[in-house]
């Protein structure tokens, strides 16, 4: 009896483990140092994290404009750069979209959709697909939360938004949000890794 209920509880565990949100995503992991990159913005200029050297940290968002996922998300995107760029915490959105297969994603359709919904933040395309893989984004929208230890950027939060990408007015858990008012006060994230809910990235053939 007793060997069957360690039994048990091992496979819990395993199974836990296993299957907990995004613990076979490939890339960076909550703890990791982020990596500098250094990747074109709509307005044409190289945008990398080393122009952040003033602020408390970083909130990367993969997205794109094609995605309905991404659209759905665009004004709480937004909102976040409003509530959080004031108090150290800026959003940089990167589109890592093959934009052969999807031309909706291209770079001139990037600057057209950015200027529709009035980005404040940058918009950079990863042409070559290398920081997305580097990041592990596997959906738009992505987030990745970075916050300042040193000279450096330390991976504090990857995931989702929130927990409802379709009805804003039924969300019941803010991930990031939360994630950033942690950070701010000083505290540990108190769950650095949510399940990215969203369209695949799609990567070029």
């Given at each position: 009896?007793?060997?069957?209920?360690?039994?048990?509880?091992?496979?819990?565990?395993?199974?836990?483990?296993?299957?907990?949100?995004?613990?076979?995503?490939?890339?960076?992991?909550?703890?990791d140092?982020?990596?500098?990159?250094?990747?074109?913005?709509?307005?044409?200029?190289?945008?990398?994290?080393?122009?952040?050297?003033?602020?408390?940290?970083?909130?990367?968002?993969?997205?794109?404009?094609?995605?309905?996922?991404?659209?759905?998300?665009?004004?709480?995107?937004?909102?976040?750069?409003?509530?959080?760029?004031?108090?150290?915490?800026?959003?940089?959105?990167?589109?890592?979209?093959?934009?052969?297969?999807?031309?909706?994603?291209?770079?001139?359709?990037?600057?057209?959709?950015?200027?529709?919904?009035?980005?404040?933040?940058p918009?950079?395309?990863?042409?070559?697909?290398?920081?997305?893989?580097?990041?592990?984004?596997?959906?738009?929208?992505?987030?990745?939360?970075?916050?300042?230890?040193?000279?450096?950027?330390?991976?504090?939060?990857?995931?989702?938004?929130?927990?409802?990408?379709?009805?804003?007015?039924?969300v019941?858990?803010?991930?990031?949000?939360?994630?950033?008012?942690?950070?701010?006060?000083?505290?540990?994230?108190?769950?650095?890794?949510?399940?990215?809910?969203?369209?695949?990235?799609?990567?070029?053939?």
């Amino acid at each position: 009896m007793k060997n069957t209920m360690m039994f048990l509880i091992l496979l819990f565990t395993f199974l836990v483990t296993s299957f907990s949100p995004d613990s076979q995503r490939p890339g960076y992991k909550p703890g990791d140092v982020a990596g500098d990159f250094s990747l074109k913005n709509i307005n044409g200029k190289m945008v990398s994290l080393n122009d952040f050297k003033d602020s408390k940290g970083v909130i990367v968002i993969f997205t794109c404009n094609h995605c309905p996922y991404s659209v759905a998300y665009e004004d709480r995107i937004i909102a976040l750069h409003k509530n959080y760029a004031g108090k150290g915490f800026p959003v940089v959105a990167i589109n890592p979209n093959d934009p052969i297969s999807y031309p909706d994603d291209s770079y001139e359709n990037m600057k057209i959709r950015a200027k529709e919904k009035g980005f404040k933040f940058p918009y950079l395309i990863d042409e070559t697909q290398e920081i997305a893989k580097a990041y592990g984004a596997m959906k738009t929208p992505h987030v990745f939360i970075l916050k300042r230890e040193g000279s450096g950027f330390v991976v504090a939060y990857i995931g989702a938004i929130d927990d409802n990408s379709n009805e804003p007015e039924l969300v019941q858990e803010k991930y990031a949000e939360q994630a950033l008012n942690e950070i701010l006060s000083g505290k540990p994230v108190s769950q650095p890794l949510t399940k990215a809910i969203g369209c695949g990235v799609k990567w070029r053939k």
